[in-house]
């Protein structure tokens, strides 16, 4: 697969209004013709979206790798978790149809369900795996442990969580168990959810239906207290002359060679930038002194509400 995938979740979901259909086609098709080959959906983020990857990518379905999701009730987030067999079949059945396809190159469980067993969940995947409708099986945000039941059952090809400069959680204890297991890490949100590309200040406005009103670590107080981060990222971006965008990834491809970041945008512009930051050469000492810069702040504010932490790390 490429070296920067492309995360379509905004395109639908979570960043306010959903992009016109035609633009969303363009800019994927457009990322295609950059050079990306790994695009990453999924049911919770709405029919539309999966239907969007689908069509845009079947003009060159066998040179592309589609990711797709399952794992919650009526793939909806906010009615909590379902990894239920049964329900991973359906969702496998209706994403092939969506996304016009003959097989799901990685799907994964979106978030760990505390109510069915993992090896029922890993179960389920290899059996659709023996079957054809799906090649390679992936996890989100989970912990260790239910890495370890589930890869023992069906290798675990990759594991989706967010990672980034700003969070670094993942190294404590996810990183050197994928290493470990040779399982790929695919982070999401590996621009911070927008914060890290400089776009974003304390006066920003977003809107209503936006994820990123109810993330504490956006809030205004925050947002002005994390400034200087972003600021700091500029800094280093000028010395290489590069965007700060660029620099948070190629931060992110220096660490492992089996890390493959998904940032998503809406932008032309912004997806070309992106692409670019695979080109960017950080050394071990350009490395070392951003994490040392880094080291040297403190991030304000966690970055997910309370209700959606208890879901991650399980």
């Not at 259909?21 to 990453?40: C, H, M, R, S, W």
Request: net charge negative; charged share 25%.
């Amino acid at each position: 697969m490429s070296a920067i995938g492309l995360g379509c979740m905004g395109l639908n979901f979570g960043y306010g209004p959903a992009t016109n259909k035609a633009t969303g086609i363009k800019l994927i098709q457009a990322a295609y013709e950059q050079g990306v080959t790994f695009f990453d959906t999924a049911e919770a983020y709405g029919i539309d979206n999966e239907e969007l990857v689908g069509e845009a990518l079947a003009p060159f379905r066998k040179e592309v790798l589609i990711a797709t999701k399952f794992g919650f009730k009526n793939g909806d987030p906010r009615q909590g978790t379902d990894s239920h067999p049964d329900r991973i079949r359906a969702v496998a059945e209706e994403s092939l149809q969506r996304m016009r396809t003959d097989v799901i190159d990685l799907f994964y469980q979106h978030r760990v369900d505390p109510n069915i067993p993992m090896e029922d969940v890993a179960g389920t995947v290899k059996q659709l795996i023996a079957e054809g409708k799906v090649k390679h099986f992936g996890m989100s945000e989970a912990g260790v442990d239910s890495i370890r039941k589930a890869h023992a059952v069906q290798p675990v090809t990759a594991l989706q969580s967010e990672y980034s400069i700003w969070w670094r959680e993942p190294e404590k204890e996810i990183i050197p168990t994928l290493e470990e297991l040779g399982i790929g890490f695919v982070p999401f949100s590996p621009l911070g959810k927008g914060f890290l590309t400089g776009a974003i200040n304390a006066d920003t406005k977003f809107d209503e239906t936006d994820f990123r009103n109810v993330v504490p670590r956006f809030t205004e107080e925050n947002r002005k207290a994390n400034q200087k981060l972003v600021d700091l990222l500029g800094a280093i971006a000028a010395t290489k002359e590069a965007t700060p965008a660029q620099i948070a990834l190629g931060w992110l491809l220096a660490q492992k060679p089996w890390i493959v970041p998904i940032p998503g945008t809406t932008k032309l512009h912004r997806l070309t930038e992106n692409i670019a930051g695979a080109a960017i050469d950080l050394s071990a000492a350009d490395v070392k002194a951003i994490d040392d810069a880094f080291a040297a702040t403190h991030v304000q504010g966690d970055r997910y509400p309370a209700h959606l932490q208890k879901l991650v790390g399980k």
